[in-house]
């Protein structure tokens, strides 16, 4: 999967030339479940944040996906769409 910030869904095409480990980040949730044997992937507890919001991810590596997403989005104002 490339990068697309979870925040702001800044993309390698809109965010101009360099290298992409100085403008994303790759932060990896704290989900106990480990990739079946054989698969290959982008992990399922792996979310892309621009530079600009990577703290909102790495402050919450210790949380499962799911919580950490939602308290990201209630962070920044984005309600559920459920």
Same mark, same amino acid.
């Given at each position: 999967?490339?990068?697309? @910030?979870?925040? @702001?869904?800044?993309? #390698?095409?809109?965010?101009?030339?360099?290298?992409?480990?100085?403008?994303?980040?790759?932060?990896?949730?704290?989900?106990?479940?480990?990739?079946?044997?054989?698969?290959?992937?982008? #992990?399922?507890?792996?979310?892309?944040? @621009?530079?600009?919001?990577?703290?909102?991810?790495?402050?919450?590596?210790?949380? #499962?996906?799911?919580?950490?997403?939602?308290?990201?989005?209630?962070?920044?104002?984005?309600?559920?769409?459920?």
């Amino acid at each position: 999967m490339p990068p697309h @910030c979870y925040v @702001c869904g800044l993309d #390698p095409h809109s965010a101009g030339p360099g290298p992409l480990g100085e403008r994303f980040v790759l932060v990896y949730f704290a989900d106990p479940r480990p990739a079946p044997e054989g698969w290959t992937g982008h #992990p399922s507890n792996a979310v892309w944040f @621009c530079v600009e919001h990577a703290a909102l991810g790495t402050t919450r590596e210790s949380l #499962p996906t799911a919580t950490a997403l939602r308290e990201i989005d209630a962070t920044i104002g984005r309600g559920s769409a459920s």
